[in-house]
Each structure stands twice: as C-alpha cells, then as structure tokens.
C-alpha cells in the first residue's frame, strides 16, 4: 500500500528542533548583534575599535583595501565578525527552538515560514544581481546572509500571531 502524499512540503522533524529555553537566550544573542551591526553601520565600521591579533586563513596581499594577508598574524578590528556570529548564531536559536506547544500545526507554519523567506531571500539576491554592481553588490550579498533569518522570523511570527488571535476572536 502506498504511503499518503504530503500537500506539496515535508513536516521538519522536531527533533532537530532545539529546546525552547534557548529561544529567550537566542533573542538575547540576535537583538545585541543586531544594535551592534547598526552601530557599526552607522560608523563605517570605524566604533567600536575592538582591533586583536587575528590569523587569517584567507586574505589577500596588503594594499588599500585589505591589510590581512593569508596565514600572517595582523591585526583587525573583530567587531563586524562579533555583530554576525551574534546575528547568526542568535538568530538560529529563536528560528529552530521549538513554540511552547509546538504541534503540527505551528510544525507547518514553521516549514511555510522557511520556504517562503527562502524564496523571498533569493528573489531579493536575483533582482540585486541583475541591479545592483561593484561594492553595493558586495553589500548585497553581506546582507544577504541574515535576511533569511529575518524573513523567517518576521513571516513566522507574524502567522502564529495572526493565528492565535483569530482563535482568542472564535472564543
């Protein structure tokens, strides 16, 4: 007999779900990359100056616009790479900590969320590739690596809101 098909998605297995107490601790990690990033942006990346001793893996000869050779100690100003593990690591937390009382239901809202910030996601990065040159393009895809967290975050909570306040209406 042959298994029923699904409505066109999969359920994630909430096993690869992280318990809901890292949610708080995720928002926590997102929101002070995030105010850490605008204050960087804000600055040109100048403030803070929290500048140590890196090892880069990768870098290029030192010139104008790098100073960062490859496997050479050098110094760099580590701000920006705290603001995106903060951003990155904060914003995986609350997008797979499993709901209070995760169930199918807020299952499928959350498999829609992914699918659709994924396409949003690329539908952005496909327009910025046909729009958008040089150095803003680089900022493109800078930003490209935390909106689909964004969108994820936005569009998910945005539906379980919407979901839970038409259930409080029906009562």
Known sequence: MDKPRSAGFALPQTQYLFSHKYKKF??????????????LLTNQFEYPNW?????PLIGDKPGILTKNASLIWSKN???D??????????????VFSKAKDEDEYISK???????WATY???????LAVIFVYDMSFFNVLIY??????FFFIIRFHYV????????SYEE
């Not at 490209?144 to 967290?149: A, P, Q, S, V």
């Open 26 to 39: 995720g928002w926590i990690l997102f929101l002070i990359g995030f105010v850490l990033g605008i204050v």
């Open 51 to 55: 500048e140590i001793n890196v090892f």
């Open 77 to 79: 100003n580590i701000a």
């Open 81 to 94: 790479e705290l603001a995106s593990i903060l951003l990155i690591v904060g914003g995986l937390l609350v």
């Open 109 to 115: 809202i959350r498999t829609e969320s992914l699918i």
């Open 120 to 126: 949003v996601n690329y539908g952005i990065l496909i």
């Open 144 to 149: 490209n690596m935390f909106t689909i967290l």
């Open 160 to 167: 379980l809101y919407k979901t839970k306040k038409s259930l």
